[in-house]
């Protein structure tokens, strides 16, 4: 019983501990909801606590006095009587602290379904946010010079003028192709027949298109592709939360998917059910008889939770994770040397997507990102063991 008891104040400790660093941000901000779920949460357990501490001294007190008149009574009447009280007192404590955890157990699950809303709605905002990115079209139209109007303009006027002159013309395939279209449009400007003047020209009215996208394309796909590798990653996150879900709720026999109870608001509907759990269980507490069958239906309501502490664990690292890809990115879109210089003809979807970025980095770092419980931390909350002890 004090094993379980530290494990719920290290949980509530090791939770409101790190969430204090967003205590001035706004109630909106999902972080925010989740500070303020934790901060009910302590109190509400501590006020369960203090209930059942008080009971258990009052008995305690009780069975001291009980242990005291047995040493010093010769009557065997009153001994009789004396450990008949004992064994009443004592049933009465094991009572007591099952009823306890089963009110911790109640508070822990209710506060663990709103973080399971909380967090299924930050990963929603991310596959959002991935897929908005992922399917950038500005990406790819950025990393080719071919979808440059000005760039297939002198492309097409050389294509026209010397394409029968020199007898060739690129494939379909190769024409699209970054690299061979630039060599080839390269090499028709300078073995043209046109004067020095005006190929100078040409190729300064392409240049800084040409310098951009050969400069950038590897740096650019790469943002593309890790993009869409962390949207596949969200998505698997996501479906591991809506299966914890359904593990979550299988105890109380609430069948609906996470998907399905978030689109219809159905969430009174697992309280109803909790409700219902709770009776049965405490019904079994009072059943001497029964007391096995309570003690397996508070470990079938405690083992999600812990569950939930595992996932949490788990989102944090993929957070951890996204956050250091945005970081590079970042560094990728800011490492092009000649944007001052070319800064008339870089389009402006490269500007968006580095502030898009930069604002991405920020939400990784504060709304997307939940509560820090690794290595001891997440020791201590699932078995209760500090490294100071």
Not at 223 to 237: H, R
Request: with cysteine; hydrophobic share 35%; proline share 2%.
């Amino acid at each position: 019983m004090v094993l379980y008891i530290k494990h719920t104040i290290l949980l509530l400790f090791v939770f409101i501990a790190g969430n204090m660093y967003c205590a001035s941000m706004s109630e909106n901000d999902p972080q925010e909801k989740i500070n303020k779920i934790l901060l009910e949460w302590s109190h509400e357990v501590n006020e369960v606590l203090v209930h059942y501490e008080n009971n258990r001294y009052k008995i305690h007190t009780k069975l001291l006095n009980v242990s005291s008149s047995l040493k010093t009574t010769s009557s065997i009447d009153d001994q009789v009587a004396l450990l008949i009280l004992k064994s009443q007192l004592q049933e009465q404590l094991e009572f007591i602290n099952l009823s306890e955890i089963s009110d911790v157990s109640k508070i822990r699950y209710l506060k663990g379904l709103q973080i399971i809303k909380l967090l299924y709605e930050k990963m929603l905002s991310l596959d959002h946010h991935f897929a908005s990115v992922a399917t950038f079209n500005e990406i790819n139209n950025l990393s080719n010079p071919n979808n440059y109007p000005q760039f297939v303009k002198h492309k097409e006027a050389l294509r026209s003028n010397e394409g029968k002159k020199q007898g060739f013309n690129l494939s379909s395939i190769l024409n699209d192709n970054i690299y061979t279209s630039v060599v080839y449009s390269l090499v028709s400007l300078f073995t043209s027949s046109a004067p020095r003047h005006e190929k100078e020209t040409n190729i300064k009215e392409v240049e800084c298109i040409l310098d951009f996208t050969l400069r950038m394309h590897s740096d650019l796909k790469t943002i593309y592709f890790e993009t869409a590798f962390l949207q596949e990653s969200n998505n698997n996150i996501i479906e591991q939360l809506e299966q914890l879900f359904v593990d979550f709720t299988k105890p109380i026999k609430y069948r609906v998917p996470l998907k399905e109870c978030r689109n219809t608001d159905d969430w009174s509907s697992i309280h109803d059910d909790l409700n219902t759990y709770i009776e049965a269980l405490n019904e079994a507490i009072v059943d001497e008889s029964k007391r096995y069958k309570a003690h397996k239906m508070q470990v079938n309501l405690e083992f999600p939770i812990d569950r939930l502490l595992q996932f949490i664990t788990q989102y944090n690292s993929f957070i951890d994770q996204g956050g250091k890809f945005y970081e590079k990115f970042g560094i990728m879109l800011n490492s092009y040397e000649n944007e001052q210089q070319c800064n008339t003809q870089i389009p402006i979807e490269y500007r968006k997507l580095k502030e898009n970025i930069t604002i991405a980095i920020e939400k990784f770092n504060t709304a997307y990102k939940p509560v820090e419980i690794n290595g001891s931390k997440m020791k201590e909350i699932l078995y209760g063991i500090s490294e100071y002890d």
